[in-house]
């Protein structure tokens, strides 16, 4: 299948991996559709982009029909969205653990949802969802993420149950840390302390997420769903 008539949407475009997402794939011919709470600063020849929380189900399906009015199609869905908090699970505030568990889980399911409604029309698409290290490592002060995380693998692994029939394959992959905005307020000790704990001893790189989902998005991968692949060796 050429990319160039393949649609994606990518989620949590303004900044980060799904910034780099973002470029990385409309460069390689894809129709990407991004999405953020605040706008995009930049352009793109074939990027279009949304301004939404992706908790917001109203929003989020009229996203989808707009992309369905448009496109006809979704081939390739990346749930790049997510928040974090370390914190002490006994100094975590309720209104945090509702926070995370809200935009990591709910907003995940709710794209997943939306985006195997419009993949099954052509028998064909690709989900890849994002856990963390975090979550194989029991990561100390990193309780309520962790473990909005392991619900996301959790999802992933049924849904790729789930949406096989339709030809959709669901899989997952699990950053180390890499420098992004996530980590600006994560003690460089902490960041060295868990990169001590993997096999290849190094921060975690764009590419290094990127080369994952190259491999899952390839229409070839349609026998590998179901899986995860969590980076550094962990």
Do not use: W
């Not at 949407?9 to 980060?16: E, F, H, L, S």
């Not at 460089?188 to 975690?204: C, F, P, S, T």
């Not at 692949?229 to 962990?234: H, N, R, T």
């Amino acid at each position: 299948m050429d990319t160039i008539e393949q649609v994606m949407i990518i989620t949590g475009t303004r900044k980060g991996i799904g910034r780099h997402l973002a470029h990385h794939y409309a460069a390689r011919g894809y129709r990407v559709v991004g999405c953020s709470r605040q706008p995009a600063d930049f352009q793109l020849a074939n990027y279009q982009h949304f301004c939404l929380d992706i908790t917001d189900e109203p929003r989020v399906k009229k996203m989808f029909a707009e992309v369905r009015k448009t496109y006809k199609r979704l081939d390739v869905l990346i749930n790049n969205a997510g928040i974090a908090a370390t914190n002490h699970a006994l100094l975590t505030p309720v209104d945090t653990v509702q926070k995370i568990l809200t935009t990591n889980v709910t907003g995940t399911f709710l794209f997943c949802r939306e985006a195997a409604m419009l993949m099954k029309k052509n028998k064909y698409g690709r989900i890849v969802n994002f856990t963390t290290v975090a979550v194989p490592l029991k990561l100390a002060g990193e309780a309520i993420y962790a473990a909005s995380k392991a619900a996301v693998l959790c999802l992933t692994q049924i849904l790729a149950r789930e949406l096989a029939d339709f030809g959709i394959t669901v899989n997952a992959v699990g950053p180390t840390a890499i420098d992004t905005d996530i980590l600006r307020d994560v003690p460089r000790d902490k960041l060295q302390a868990v990169i001590e704990l993997q096999a290849v001893r190094r921060m975690g790189e764009f590419r290094d997420v990127a080369n994952v989902i190259d491999f899952f998005i390839r229409p070839e991968s349609d026998f590998v769903t179901g899986q995860v692949i969590v980076l550094g060796g962990v």
